[in-house]
């Protein structure tokens, strides 16, 4: 009879499509080296690496803001009759984006999503790294002691001017210490047949059965999402250990219960502004502004730790800019200083983040396994814990005078996001394994989308605005003058993911094939219609209702002069809102051939397909952009386990008018050493 046992975090009775899982990313270490005093043991496993990515895909138009192909588009602002013909033209308390122009220019309707696709054309390395990550392990009699620790140089994006240090501290240069816990292993009764294990430190903890597709159960650790775009990196130097205490003791032979309790709050760590990946310049590490306008006003910097010393100095800090030089050379120094004015103008900057508080966020996990069902492992979870991803609010703007440079924007972190979760792990006919999960949130927080949150920080403008048509219509309602505006709201949803996985022995020629497939839905049972409030969804940059086209129709600058904040919104956007109910799956697999050619090599070719089916979860962080896909097709040679060679190329496609990373394809070399 099975039975469960907790060994260091682990239940021995590991799923087997997550460990198939992790193969398909990553090659087997070589053996660790082992040295032994008396009763204490240890291991130290070494790995080096050199991994090189570029681009492959060229630039397209569609996904950068129409101010990088004409800075002065927004002078073209029209009708001219009952708009300001001055400077304030350009500006959102007197201007309007939505001329026929403005509309047919190429480009898309934001300037906050482009940085890292500019910096990075056709051909560029995105990454050149070298890498060694170790870990040491300490055993000695029933305490133990784990540390890993990570360090990479990227010579392609250390030392760029025109990335934040935040972001070169990302993908640039790194030192980090990963992993550094005790533990102790005790045994229960005179025959000790049941114990557990009690862990403290900074260690990862995982649970639930999810697979590929996050937000589910396994929501502990947060991710850094830049180590994994270094070149040759790996998940486990990915998931970033908390500072907490972790305890494991069988019931029973068949029932384990699970504790902890976080000692401190981690972020995930997401793409950094500017950077290859990156599909927002403002609300991520290292963004200090966002940029009104809709795309028709031009960015005031290339690196946006200058924007605060170019636009809060006045026009002498124009000059400064580094966008100056390149502007001057085109347009001449005169221009140059009149499109930076109009870009600071344009522009809010942010403010200090809100992160959540250290203390508040433990869990308990009971897992039971019923060998009547079919063997079945079951698992049971509740979690209190703080968002890991950012949301976006705003301060409403507190001077009429100065308009809507004067408001302000910030990231914060909601707290106490309640987590409950059931898990179970079985094989099926045929010898497929089945693991999946249910997990439910009642106050999951949920971006409202930035349109909305926009236009509800210029809505103090209001009464300084004459004509309803400019004036700032915002589903989030009316603010006052220096007012917060919270950007997001609390919802209850649900998720369900299921993982299938086969291993086929002898299969053309390959001594294994392994085939994994997850399927995922996100359910939010109270999600309002968009009539009513619209969320954030990906690459959704105009607003959800009426527009210059609107008013224009009705009459511009007579009746249609009415309809209230229609000439704000230059294009009415019909898709792309997030929905109630999303799904899609992922697939993947791996051939072994070992020995391949007669050689010491095992070859392992292996794909990866992605396909977020219909619907759009709402942010941050949605699981499914409805259409979204990418494919990723590699191959590794591994030699004796200690030398192993990788080429990948990855290819994204689909929901091309959302999907804001559809032109950015790459490939991957990688070479590793092990020891």
């Not at 996904?63 to 009708?79: D, E, G, Y």
């Not at 649900?494 to 993982?499: P, R, Y």
């Not at 050689?599 to 089916?613: E, G, I, K, Q, Y």
């Amino acid at each position: 009879m099975k039975k469960l046992h907790a060994h260091h975090g682990l239940v021995a009775r590991a799923p087997l499509a997550a460990a198939v899982a992790l193969g398909l990313l990553m090659a087997p270490a070589a053996q660790a080296f082992e040295f032994s005093r008396g009763e204490l043991t240890g291991s130290l496993d070494t790995t080096v690496s050199y991994g090189y990515s570029w681009r492959v895909d060229e630039q397209d138009p569609n996904l950068i803001a129409k101010s990088w192909f004409n800075p002065l588009l927004c002078t073209q602002n029209v009708p001219l009759g009952a708009i300001p013909v001055g400077p304030g033209r350009c500006t959102s308390t007197g201007g309007v984006p939505g001329s026929p122009t403005q509309i047919a220019a190429p480009g898309r309707f934001s300037a906050n999503r482009d940085d890292g696709n500019l910096k990075y054309d056709e051909g560029d390395a995105i990454s050149s790294a070298v890498k060694i990550t170790s870990e040491l392990s300490l055993n000695w009699r029933s305490w133990g002691a784990f540390m890993r620790a990570t360090y990479f140089h990227d010579f392609e994006n250390e030392g760029r001017d025109d990335l934040t240090e935040i972001a070169q501290d990302r993908i640039g240069q790194r030192f980090r210490m990963l992993d550094a816990f005790v533990f102790k292993d005790f045994t229960l009764g005179d025959d000790g047949a049941l114990g557990g294990t009690v862990r403290v430190g900074r260690q990862v903890v995982s649970w639930g059965e999810g697979t590929f597709i996050q937000n589910g159960i396994n929501v502990i650790n947060p991710v850094d999402l830049s180590a994994l775009r270094v070149a040759g990196a790996e998940l486990k130097e990915a998931f970033l250990p908390i500072d907490m205490a972790w305890g494991s003791i069988n019931l029973s032979e068949n029932v384990a219960l699970e504790a902890l309790y976080m000692f401190e709050f981690e972020e995930i760590e997401v793409d950094a502004a500017g950077t290859y990946f990156s599909a927002n310049d403002f609300g991520t590490p290292g963004g200090t502004y966002v940029m009104l306008g809709f795309g028709t006003t031009p960015q005031p910097v290339y690196n946006p730790e200058r924007f605060f010393s170019t636009c809060y100095a006045g026009p002498a800090g124009y000059a400064t800019s580094d966008r100056f030089a390149d502007l001057s050379a085109q347009y001449g120094a005169a221009t140059a200083a009149q499109i930076i004015a109009i870009g600071c103008g344009n522009a809010v900057g942010r403010i200090e983040d809100r992160a959540a508080r250290d203390d508040g966020q433990f869990g308990l996990a009971l897992r039971w396994y019923a060998e009547a069902l079919n063997e079945t492992e079951f698992g049971f979870y509740f979690l209190n814990y703080h968002s890991r991803v950012p949301l976006l609010s705003g301060r409403a703007v507190n001077n009429p005078a100065v308009g809507a440079a004067s408001g302000r924007f910030f990231v914060e972190y909601p707290e106490d996001i309640q987590m409950f979760g059931v898990s179970w792990n079985t094989t099926l006919p045929g010898g497929v394994a089945w693991q999946g999960e249910i997990s439910h949130r009642p106050n999951a927080p949920l971006q409202v989308d930035d349109v909305e949150l926009l236009y509800a920080a210029l809505s103090p403008l209001n009464p300084f605005i004459p004509v309803p048509a400019l004036k700032f219509n915002s589903q989030l309602g009316q603010y006052a003058l220096g007012q917060e505006v919270r950007g997001w709201r609390e919802h209850e949803m649900s998720q369900l993911q299921m993982t299938f996985t086969k291993a086929f022995a002898q299969v053309l020629g390959a001594d294994q094939i392994a085939v994994v497939a997850e399927v995922g839905a996100t359910e939010v049972w109270d999600l309002p219609s968009h009539s009513e409030l619209r969320y954030e969804g990906e690459g959704t940059d105009t607003g959800g209702g009426c527009d210059v086209a609107d008013s224009l129709a009705g009459g511009f600058p007579g009746p249609g002069a009415l309809l209230f904040g229609c000439m704000r919104n230059p294009q009415t956007l019909t898709g792309g809102f997030p929905t109630a109910f999303s799904w899609g799956y992922r697939l993947a697999a791996r051939a072994d051939y070992a020995s391949a050619f007669g050689t010491p090599f095992t070859l392992s070719p292996r794909l990866a397909f992605n396909h977020d089916v219909s619907g759009t979860t709402p942010g941050p962080g949605g699981n499914f952009l409805e259409d979204r896909k990418s494919l990723t097709l590699g191959v590794e040679a591994n030699y004796l386990n200690q030398w192993i060679f990788d080429l990948s190329y990855t290819r994204f496609s689909g929901a091309e008018q959302f999907n804001q990373i559809h032109d950015r394809d790459f490939a991957s070399f990688t070479v590793k050493y092990s020891f």
